[in-house]
């Protein structure tokens, strides 16, 4: 896996402050690189407890007080609140995971594609931010070939911090489900 995390101090969409020109489209170029490279071949539920599990290591290793959750469809595959996450983790992770199961893409995408068009989404009407956020922190889990079929979601940091941990640990997670499966094969 070549994905790493966005890390340089492009857009920050919690900030009230002029951004760098350009840091915009950029952070939404590598997003959209990410959605292409984090596919994984096939998704289990054994690759769901392994990629909720490393979350919960990099959380515990960083002292992040994150709630964490993978679903697919109605049934929750992984869940878990680690020290410091307050309910209202739990609000964000449903508000999110609702966003990337409606569009399709990670939920930082949604807001950011609306502040590249010069607005907000949650200025339009039809966007009920009661079951909707538009913050980072959901990602579709991709198989390839086949399109969405879970949401891993993180809450708890600042939103694109919180779709970076994401990002990490579906890097990792893909990384050892590739090595598990040895070189690809060749046809003859």
Not at 64 to 81: N, R, S, Y
Not at 104 to 129: C, H, K, Q, T
Request: avoid cysteine.
């Amino acid at each position: 896996m070549t994905t790493s995390p966005v890390s340089s101090p492009d857009f920050d969409p919690d900030s009230a402050e002029p951004q760098p020109h350009g840091s915009l489209a950029a952070l939404i170029g590598r997003i959209l690189a990410e959605m292409d490279e984090l596919q994984f071949p096939s998704f289990s539920k054994d690759d769901a407890l392994d990629l909720g599990l490393r979350l919960v290591e990099l959380g515990r290793q960083r002292s992040h007080p994150i709630a964490i959750d993978i679903t697919k469809g109605e049934q929750v595959l992984f869940h878990a609140a680690l020290e410091g996450a307050t309910p209202d983790n739990e609000r964000w992770i449903r508000a999110k995971q609702r966003t990337a199961v409606r569009y399709e893409v990670p939920s930082l995408l949604v807001g950011l594609r609306a502040r590249a068009a010069g607005r907000r989404i949650e200025d339009n009407a039809w966007f009920d931010e009661t079951e909707f956020a538009a913050h980072g922190g959901a990602f579709p889990i991709y198989v390839r070939g086949t399109g969405m079929v879970a949401t891993v979601t993180v809450s708890g940091l600042p939103q694109r911090a919180d779709h970076e941990l994401v990002v990490e640990a579906l890097t990792d997670t893909l990384g050892r489900t590739a090595s598990l499966a040895g070189p690809p094969v060749q046809d003859r």
